[in-house]
């Protein structure tokens, strides 16, 4: 078992920026890609940034230039840069891990809200 906790969600204007942190504990020796995933109201949860245990990322489209994950080596915290935000960035962004031998764990979600 892995335990996500998330933080660093909140209110900002367009073009403002956030970062998201994410803690996990327990079973961690197992983590082996780690990432974001965000849902918004009305829509399916969709993929956001990935980085896999050699740092190589994996970005949604919409975010390429404007995210930025990264990871510790400890297998402990992944954290989301987000810049430049837009209105359609709003959502709930989840924190998750898999592990090595191909389980996924998720955060409760933390909130992102880009508003005027």
């Known amino acids: 078992q892995v335990q996500l906790v998330e933080s660093g969600g909140g209110s900002v204007q367009p073009g403002g920026s956030l970062r998201l942190s994410c803690y996990a504990s327990?079973?961690?020796?197992?983590?082996?890609?780690m990432g974001w995933y965000r849902q918004a109201l009305g829509k399916q949860r969709e993929m956001v940034a990935t980085?896999?245990?050699?740092?190589?990322?994996n970005y949604a489209d919409s975010v390429k230039g404007r995210f930025a994950v990264y990871r510790d080596n400890t297998k402990t915290t992944v954290g989301l840069q987000m810049t430049n935000l837009k209105p359609e960035d709003t959502a709930v962004y989840y924190c998750?891990?898999?592990?090595?031998?191909?389980?996924?764990?998720w955060g409760p979600g933390t909130q992102v809200t880009v508003s005027s």
């Open positions: 998750y891990v898999r592990t090595t031998n191909g389980v996924d764990f």
């Open positions: 980085i896999a245990g050699d740092m190589s990322r």
């Open positions: 327990g079973n961690n020796r197992m983590v082996s890609r």
